[in-house]
T-cell receptor
Framework: SQTIHQWPATLVQPVGSPLSLECTVE??????LYWYRQAAGRGLQLLFY??????ISSEVPQNLSASRPQDRQFILSSKKLLLSDSGFYLC????????????FGEGSRLTVL | GQNIDQPTEMTATEGAIVQINCTYQ??????LFWYQQHAGEAPTFLSY??LDGLEEKGRFSSFLSRSKGYSYLLLKELQMKDSASYLC??????????WGAGTKLIIKP
């Protein structure tokens, strides 16, 4: 069976510090991978998605970046965090972009102070 | 622009039935999803509708009317564990998911 895991689950970071969130998927090959951010009272915001190694599409201009160094690994990074980066970050995968549901990781709660 | 509307919050009684509505305006339509999200947790898939009509899955049912841009999620025999947020999402013509803000459902004994 397929599983998705992301970490860390929670983190508190000062403004201007770097960020690295990691996500791995097991039990499937060549998944589509996604990073979402969820702010209170708002819908999920797609940040990045990837259809293959090294292929990253950015949906929202910001100080965040994503990388996919391996088929089932997806990393969300920032060199300098802003207060507005606080939120609940979710990694997800799907079999194909056109069909099927998303499967989400556990989520990472980021608080920037 | 693209828009998904659903009520912010609803309250229902344990054992009762509740209907959560979702209306959408998107550029194209390639399916509508309902997800359940408990507080502090990730969303989990509940249902998928791409054709008009009712899809039933145990205590949960989802309905779609494409001509009206409308869907609802029906929860029967409510249990306390059904207290959660319910997210409506639509895949547009580019197969990108557009998400509603979610409906927080509060179940009272």
């Amino acid at each position: 069976s397929q599983t998705i895991h992301q970490w860390p689950a929670t983190l508190v970071q000062p403004v201007g510090s770097p960020l690295s969130l990691e996500c791995t998927v097991e039990g499937t090959s060549n998944p589509n991978l996604y990073w979402y951010r969820q702010a209170a009272g708002r819908g999920l915001q797609l940040l990045f998605y990837s259809v293959g190694i090294g292929q990253i599409s950015s949906e929202v201009p910001q100080n965040l970046s994503a990388s996919r160094p391996q088929d089932r690994q997806f990393i969300l990074s920032s060199k300098k965090l802003l207060l507005s980066d606080s939120g609940f970050y979710l990694c997800a995968w799907s079999v194909r972009q056109e069909t099927g549901e998303l499967f989400f990781g556990e989520g990472s709660r980021l608080t920037v102070l | 622009g693209q828009n998904i509307d659903q009520p912010t919050e609803m309250t229902a009684t344990e054992g009762a039935i509740v209907q959560i509505n979702c209306t959408y305006q998107t550029s194209g339509f390639n399916g509508l999803f309902w997800y359940q999200q408990h507080a502090g947790e990730a969303p989990t898939f509940l249902s998928y509708n791409v054709l008009d009509g009712l899809e039933e899955k145990g205590r949960f049912s989802s309905f779609l009317s494409r001509s009206k841009g409308y869907s609802y999620l029906l929860l029967k025999e409510l249990q306390m564990k059904d207290s959660a947020s319910y997210l409506c999402a639509v895949k547009d013509s580019n197969y990108q998911l557009i998400w509603g803000a979610g409906t927080k459902l509060i179940i009272k004994p």
